[in-house]
């Protein structure tokens, strides 16, 4: 059974900073991974896709890495503003029942609430 | 607006009374998933469907919960005789399917927010 873990629970920087959230899975047979962004009452945004053999993904302020074999991924988000301020999730794809169905369900941490400070 | 959509937004319900959700996925997209999310939580993956077939159910998702996609276009999602810890947010998510080779990436809808009381 895949788990997914986010630490930290929640985050508080200064404007301006560079920060890191991390993701770790416990099963590496993962399809693809998927960092979202969800707003207080709102549904998720998609952020960053990564496919299982890809390294990284980047787009503009932010930077996703994945280490399948050691069940890892980091979002980087740099310059922080007070409007990057939300939960952040990942979820991990499980690889699917065969080549009818690649890519089964979507796993998802409990997310990292970031706060950024004025 | 061609993203997805969730309807109702809101439903306050009291406990045993059925109630149904609709979602309207990304018209090209064929596959469309629940998921049920309460405070504080990730979004729990609830059943998935790949155009009308049903291709995988948690065991989350008890006898009382029951999910469609008649056409292969819109969804339901219908909850008999609810219980108080059925409130949750449920989301409604769409994505093309793996076999089109494209960016498997999933949209997500509003959510419908439920509270049984």
């Known amino acids: 059974k895949q788990e997914v873990t986010q630490i930290p629970a929640a985050l508080s920087v200064p404007e301006g900073e560079n920060l890191v959230l991390n993701c770790s899975f416990t099963?590496?047979?993962?399809?693809?991974l998927q960092w979202f962004r969800q707003d207080p009452g709102k549904g998720l945004t998609s952020l960053l896709l990564?496919?299982?053999?890809?390294r990284e993904q980047t787009s503009g302020r932010l930077n996703a890495s994945l280490d399948k074999s050691s069940g890892r991924s980091t979002l980087y988000i740099a310059a922080s503003q007070p409007g990057d301020s939300a939960t952040y999730l990942c979820a991990v794809t499980s690889m699917g029942s065969g080549q009818a169905s690649p890519a089964g369900k979507s796993t998802f941490g409990d997310g990292t609430t970031l706060t950024v400070k004025p | 607006d061609t993203g997805v959509s969730q309807n109702p937004r809101h439903k306050i319900t009291k406990r045993g009374q059925n109630v149904t959700f609709r979602c309207d996925p990304i018209s090209e997209h064929n596959r469309l998933y629940w998921y049920r999310q309460t405070l504080g939580q990730g979004p729990e993956f609830l059943t998935y469907f790949q155009n009308e077939a049903q291709l995988e159910k948690s065991r989350l998702l008890s006898d009382r919960f029951s999910a469609e996609r008649p056409k292969g276009s819109f969804s339901t999602l219908e909850i008999q005789r609810t219980e108080q810890g059925d409130s949750a947010m449920y989301l409604c998510?769409?994505?093309?399917?793996?076999?089109?080779?494209?960016?498997?990436?999933?949209?997500f809808g509003p959510g419908t927010r439920l509270t049984v009381t």
């Open positions: 990564i496919q299982s053999s890809q």
């Open positions: 099963d590496s047979a993962i399809y693809n």
């Open positions: 998510a769409s994505s093309l399917s793996p076999a089109f080779r494209r960016s498997y990436e999933q949209y």
